[in-house]
Antibody
């Protein structure tokens, strides 16, 4: 059973860079044809897709965040990471990592992490 | 940017049937968008219900079904139960990424 676990600082100062890591267990991050994705959810609001990475390193980002987001993968550690620069209070949210299963005829999030709250405050 | 639309809220009586929809601000939703549906209760991570328009994820009861109705994707809950009271999100695949709908808060009463 694949499991994902987010980790990182729960408090980040405004203008700094938010950094989170998602550790994948129960399977190799390199096996199969999966994308690995980040999603966030401000308190009381909906879910927002941040971006995705393939194990080859290719990435796609939400256009609204693209200028500030970097997603990377470390296959040796079975992890992928999120960096969001120049954060403001509007970036305060629960951040989820998720696996995307895709193929000919399907594309969806099949496994989710439990989420981690990141607060942007001085 | 494309906006994915969902009803903000809906209510259903226990045992009743409800259909939630997922549309586009411009254009029609088709199977080519690989619509998927997720259920979220407060404080929990989303749970995958439906993918590829109408395929139930493992362990999802058959009272949940997906379809295309007119120009929208749809999630139908038949025989609603109290623990179906949740937020429901649709996601559409846009080629270079994925877009979430705003979510529907379903009340069972």
């Amino acid at each position: 059973q694949v499991q994902l676990q987010e980790s990182g600082p729960g408090l980040v100062k405004p203008s700094q860079t938010l950094s989170l890591t998602c550790t994948v267990s129960g399977g190799s991050i390199s096996s199969g044809s999966y994308y690995w994705s980040w999603i966030r959810q401000p308190a009381g609001k909906g879910l927002e897709w941040i971006g995705r990475i393939y194990t080859s390193g290719s990435t796609n980002y939400n256009p609204s965040l693209k200028s500030r987001v970097t997603i990377s993968v470390d296959t040796s550690k079975n992890q992928f990471s999120l960096k969001l620069s120049s954060v403001t209070a509007a970036d305060t949210a629960v951040y989820y990592c998720a696996r995307v299963d895709h193929g000919s005829g399907w594309y969806y999030f099949d496994y989710w992490g439990q989420g981690t709250l990141v607060t942007v405050s001085s | 940017q494309t906006v994915v639309t969902q009803e903000p809220s809906f209510s259903v009586s226990p045992g009743g049937t409800v259909t939630l929809t997922c549309g586009l601000s411009s254009g029609s939703v088709s199977t080519s968008y690989y619509p998927s549906w997720y259920q979220q209760t407060p404080g929990q991570a989303p749970r995958t219900l439906i993918y590829s328009t109408n395929t139930r994820s493992s362990g999802v009861p058959d009272r949940f079904s997906g379809s295309i109705l007119g120009n929208k994707a749809a999630l139908t809950i038949t025989g609603a139960q109290a623990d179906d009271e949740s937020d429901y999100y649709c996601v559409l695949y846009m080629g270079s990424g994925m877009v979430f709908g705003g979510g529907t808060k379903l009340t069972v009463l």
